[in-house]
């Protein structure tokens, strides 16, 4: 007889020699790993805002991949075959794949529409602030210099002063766009006194 922990043991290895539970961990496993490596850019000591919109299209691109890919659900058949000698039990029948491939699609455009909804309003504020990266300020000499960062600057004024109207909100936009060029000459200062070598290290795509 089997003991109370000896049967749920054989219950639960009995529930986990199917292709459905199999498949859902290729599953898994496939898609967590991409959801990870965007979490991570949100996470990073020294966050880069140019690069939170990227990242975000970049992991829906492979995403989508995965979602029109059949090789997730091929790999696992050819995988379950090799097996069949060591686990009769264990089969890949052609409802089961079925199932998967649902699930697989549901999963997958679930996360899609859940990243756009989390990020579609507040992709491009949180992409202004890669103004105020150092490296990317253009140097005082060159033509970009003036106008560099209004775009993202007017983002930031309608995201700051939302809830204001008339001529409050005309003077903070104004304030605003005067401190940003104040601070686009100290950063060019600073800048001139960093040393190459710590700009190339904090910025190295930029040299």
């Not at 959801?35 to 691109?61: C, D, Y």
């Not at 455009?109 to 992409?127: P, V, Y």
């Not at 060159?142 to 204001?164: K, N, R, S, V, W």
Request: hydrophobic share 45%; proline share 4%.
């Amino acid at each position: 007889m089997f003991s109370d922990s000896q049967a749920t043991v054989a219950g639960l290895l009995k529930k986990m020699q199917n292709a459905k539970f199999v498949g859902i961990l290729y599953i898994l496993g496939e898609v967590l790993p991409i959801l990870s490596e965007l979490s991570l850019t949100f996470q990073s000591g020294n966050l880069n805002f140019s690069q939170i919109g990227p990242s975000i299209e970049m992991a829906k691109l492979i995403l989508s991949k995965v979602l029109e890919d059949k090789s997730l659900l091929e790999k696992l058949q050819r995988d379950i075959d090799s097996l069949t000698a060591m686990l009769s039990e264990l089969t890949f029948p052609r409802n089961v794949y079925d199932q998967l491939e649902g699930l697989l699609r549901k999963y997958i455009s679930s996360l899609l529409q859940n990243i756009e909804d989390r990020f579609a309003e507040s992709k491009q504020t949180l992409q202004a602030f890669s103004i105020f990266d150092p490296c990317n300020v253009p140097k005082e000499n060159e033509p970009a210099f003036l106008t560099y960062g209004d775009i993202h600057i007017a983002t930031l004024a309608d995201f700051l002063y939302d809830g204001m109207d008339g001529d409050c909100r005309i003077r903070e936009e104004a304030k605003l766009k005067a401190r940003w060029m104040t601070l686009k000459f100290l950063i060019k200062d600073v800048l001139e006194d960093m040393p190459a070598e710590l700009i190339k290290e904090a910025n190295p795509g930029q040299m």
